[in-house]
């Protein structure tokens, strides 16, 4: 329960107004005195409200230790919404090596105090404690890094300018965390435990693989995007790049996990996951097809047309968790080739965020060419040592031999084959 308080703090705590930060061309410190009291303020409303509701949920899940749970989790709210400044300052600089680094101190930091609190005798306060002093640590490096130091302004002209901004941005992010969760709930409600036990543990592999290469990369070129905001041409290119780039990289991975697919389920989970197999073969194709979709879609956001993107999201839901009730019918290889096939829906808008620069499907679809060709190669030679070799044993070395020369052409197909052996070659 307190790991899902921290979770709904970090989506809620801001509103999209951090988005309206890193997007918006020309700020000054009354901007961001105003969104960091207004964010300080919504935060602190939504820590009171779980406030309130803990004797009630206390009462209702017949827990009584869960009210004071509850209260003391809320507090990371607070602390989220304190930080959306100067974590928009940050993101809007492109200071990612910064970034990256206090997200490994965060860890670090809610890690050992979960240990240290734990083997003091503290029971599950460990696991509640622990994300608020992570969070306050990275609030205090926040605002040491960036510099920011909020004074006591505020121009409601600024909120009601980019209410409608803030609200599109902080819509897009609801949605898009009630979709990658929708499918969980159609599985364990008409499927049963099991059923989603199994179809957790298939999402998982592909998902974290999507969300350790494409969401990073999302990141770093909404700020970079919202630069090249003014000149569509420049913008084109730029996503262009960034589409052919992302396809080269998680298309041959979708490969590997599809060819592959028998022997990571066996090693990481045992034969007695065996029925995983065939999920987590289609599912990690329709995660690199919705990873190349979010880098697309992201065009909306750094034109500063998260409304579109929005009302997008509000069109294609209803045909993607429709989609998944009807494929539940035919079991869990239903549900999955339904994700799949789902990706459909996501054309259109992907088509008219490319409209909004200058291009079009064409310009998308080509861009994805190089990786489905890189792939097709993967698949191939991946393929062929799991139906030459017997041995898994020998198999996983042939794995690792083959990823080598793999890597080197497509990095040779993306950057040219003179600048990666003068990259790689010693001296």
């Given at each position: 329960m307190a790991t899902l308080i921290t979770e709904l703090a970090a989506l809620f705590a801001n509103l999209g107004f951090g988005a309206v930060v890193i997007q918006r061309p020309r700020l000054c410190r009354l901007h961001l005195d105003t969104v960091f009291w207004a964010s300080l303020a919504i935060a602190s409303l939504l820590a009171g409200f779980v406030s309130l509701v803990a004797l009630p949920a206390a009462w209702f899940f017949s827990q009584s230790d869960l009210a004071m749970v509850l209260c003391v989790a809320g507090i990371a709210f607070v602390f989220q919404g304190a930080a959306v400044v100067p974590n928009a300052l940050l993101t809007r600089l492109m200071l990612f090596r910064s970034e990256a680094i206090l997200q490994v101190v965060q860890i670090l930091v809610r890690v050992a105090t979960a240990i240290l609190m734990a083997a003091a005798g503290f029971g599950y306060w460990s696991l509640v404690v622990a994300p608020l002093v992570s969070a306050l640590v990275l609030l205090v490096a926040l605002l040491l890094i960036s510099g920011y130091v909020p004074r006591f302004r505020f121009s409601s002209q600024f909120i009601r300018a980019n209410m409608r901004a803030g609200g599109?941005?902080?819509?897009?992010?609801?949605?898009?965390?009630?979709?990658?969760?929708?499918?969980?709930?159609?599985?364990?409600?008409?499927?049963?435990?099991?059923?989603?036990?199994?179809?957790?543990?298939?999402?998982?592999?592909?998902?974290?693989?999507?969300?350790?290469?494409?969401?990073?990369?999302?990141?770093?070129?909404?700020?970079?995007?919202?630069?090249?905001?003014?000149?569509?041409?420049?913008?084109?290119?730029?996503?262009?790049?960034?589409?052919?780039?992302?396809?080269?990289?998680?298309?041959?991975?979708?490969?590997?996990?599809?060819?592959?697919?028998?022997?990571?389920?066996?090693?990481?989970?045992?034969?007695?996951?065996?029925?995983?197999?065939?999920?987590?073969?289609?599912?990690?194709?329709?995660?690199?097809?919705?990873?190349?979709?979010?880098?697309?879609?992201?065009?909306?956001?750094?034109?500063?047309?998260?409304?579109?993107?929005?009302?997008?999201?509000?069109?294609?839901?209803?045909?993607?968790?429709?989609?998944?009730?009807?494929?539940?019918?035919?079991?869990?290889?239903?549900?999955?080739?339904?994700?799949?096939?789902?990706?459909?829906?996501?054309?259109?808008?992907?088509?008219?965020?490319?409209?909004?620069?200058?291009?079009?499907?064409?310009?998308?679809?080509?861009?994805?060419?190089?990786?489905?060709?890189?792939?097709?190669?993967?698949?191939?030679?991946?393929?062929?040592?799991?139906?030459?070799?017997?041995?898994?044993?020998?198999?996983?070395?042939?794995?690792?031999a083959a990823i080598i020369p793999v890597s080197f052409l497509i990095l040779a197909y993306s950057f040219g084959f003179g600048r990666v052996w003068r990259f790689l070659r010693p001296g």
């Open positions: 599109s941005y902080f819509g897009s992010g609801f949605l898009s965390h009630l979709m990658s969760n929708i499918d969980y709930f159609i599985v364990g409600r008409r499927l049963g435990v099991d059923s989603l036990g199994y179809y957790q543990v298939a999402y998982s592999i592909p998902d974290e693989l999507r969300n350790r290469v494409s969401g990073p990369l999302v990141k770093v070129l909404f700020p970079a995007f919202s630069l090249l905001n003014a000149r569509d041409g420049d913008l084109l290119g730029a996503v262009n790049m960034a589409q052919r780039r992302l396809a080269l990289i998680v298309f041959p991975l979708a490969a590997v996990i599809l060819s592959v697919a028998r022997d990571i389920v066996e090693v990481l989970y045992g034969e007695k996951w065996a029925p995983v197999i065939p999920l987590l073969q289609i599912l990690a194709v329709g995660g690199a097809m919705r990873a190349m979709f979010a880098l697309t879609l992201n065009v909306f956001f750094a034109k500063g047309r998260p409304d579109i993107g929005f009302a997008m999201g509000l069109k294609t839901s209803p045909f993607v968790v429709s989609a998944v009730f009807v494929g539940s019918v035919w079991g869990l290889q239903g549900v999955a080739w339904a994700m799949l096939l789902a990706n459909v829906f996501f054309l259109y808008p992907a088509h008219k965020a490319m409209q909004m620069i200058g291009g079009g499907i064409g310009e998308f679809s080509s861009a994805l060419l190089p990786g489905a060709s890189a792939a097709l190669i993967t698949f191939l030679v991946f393929s062929a040592i799991d139906h030459s070799i017997a041995e898994r044993v020998d198999r996983l070395f042939a794995y690792g």
